[in-house]
């Protein structure tokens, strides 16, 4: 494999209504597609980072110049397989979403030239994958629950809650009280600190599927302090970002569950061996969200069709935040909550070049020469 053209397109896509968390809210989607050509083929990808550093170090304009002056520039020349993708990437430190972004391109590109659907090239075996939802933060319990009935309604088998402080206890104790059975999961996004852990222990009452990322973002140790004064799990996200760093996690006790985010881990292979490290170890795992386009969900799905994903992840159906989305098909809910797996070659769904185009606010072209 050689590559010939790689296209980096930075869009703002509206979303349907606001997603708030503990560090902010996001209206408009804007993020980077990369279509990577080998003169024959193509393949996309997708990076998550959004365009502040507040779920990351990262930004959308921090990827463009990492990508352009640093990680393209690594894979001119012949490529033989990913593995040598990977080998060329790793002495460039961090930026992990950078890298995805066009190590994943680089997946499709390659199960495109092979001809098979992603998902049969990573081992997958599911047809469908059960998903749930994440709501962000409304302006009271009672919308919040009102949310939450429509998303039940619609089939999706579990939700998680965004909370922070002064958005915790006592909106999940009314979540409760309204839906008593709800599979039921928070994110706190790395909102509070140790000082919290009678807050935090006050959730154990309500019956969660876990706590996810409540301290630190970077933070082990006190993830272990907390977890030992917990009934309930905890998930870590932000703090995952290789599997080795899962390994020593579990050693010391940090987490009973891990959130599996292919930008966050800096691709599709890391993500591949982390899943790995977690089913190994006995760890929970599923498959987070980042309010990723077609691309990134299409990505997202082929991943979860490997049965190591005990848990319904967070790929949520494509109407549930772009009115109109870069990608055909459309990922569509079956009424059990679940999400096909795309079967056509690499990604399985078509990108449309106009709606791209469309939305597309910066263009930039890098060739070899």
Known sequence: MRLARVDLYRLKLPMLTPFETSFGTELVKDFLLVEA??????????????????????TTQTAVWMLTEHLLPRLKG??????????????????PMAKSA????????????????????????????????????QSSSAALVEVMKQRLGEGYQRIKIKIKPG????????VRRALPDVPLMVDANSAYTLADTDRLRALDDYGL???????????????????????????????????????????IGALRIVNI??????????????????????????CGGMLESGVGRALNVALTSLDA???????????????????????????????????GPGLGVHVIKDRVLRHTVDHRVWTPQ
């Open 209 to 251: 599927m876990m706590i996810e990322q409540p301290l630190a973002h970077d933070d082990l140790i006190d993830h272990a302090t907390l977890q030992a004064q917990l009934k309930t799990a905890i998930c870590l996200d932000e703090s995952i970002r290789s599997a080795h760093i899962l390994e020593q996690a579990h050693a």
């Open 167 to 174: 958005y915790d206890v006592d909106v999940v104790r009314d």
């Open 78 to 95: 012949d490529l033989l397989d990913l593995e040598t993708v990977s080998q060329r990437l790793s002495p460039v430190r961090l930026n």
């Open 261 to 286: 985010k292919i930008g966050r881990l800096g691709g599709l292979g890391e993500a591949l061996k982390t899943v790995a490290a977690a089913r190994r170890l006995g760890i929970g795992v599923w």
């Open 309 to 343: 994903f005990t848990l319904p992840g967070d790929t949520a159906a494509t109407s549930r935040y772009f009115a109109e989305d870069v990608a055909d098909p459309p990922f569509v809910l079956t009424a059990d909550g679940c999400l096909e797996v795309p079967t």
């Open 102 to 137: 066009i190590e994943t391109a680089l997946w499709d590109l390659t199960a495109q030239r092979q001809g098979v659907g992603l998902a049969k090239l990573i081992g997958g075996s599911r047809t469908r994958v059960p998903v749930g939802i994440s709501i962000g933060i």
């Open 37 to 58: 050509s080998d003169g024959e083929h193509t393949g996309w990808g997708e990076c998550v980072a959004s365009a502040g550093p507040f779920y990351s170090e990262e």
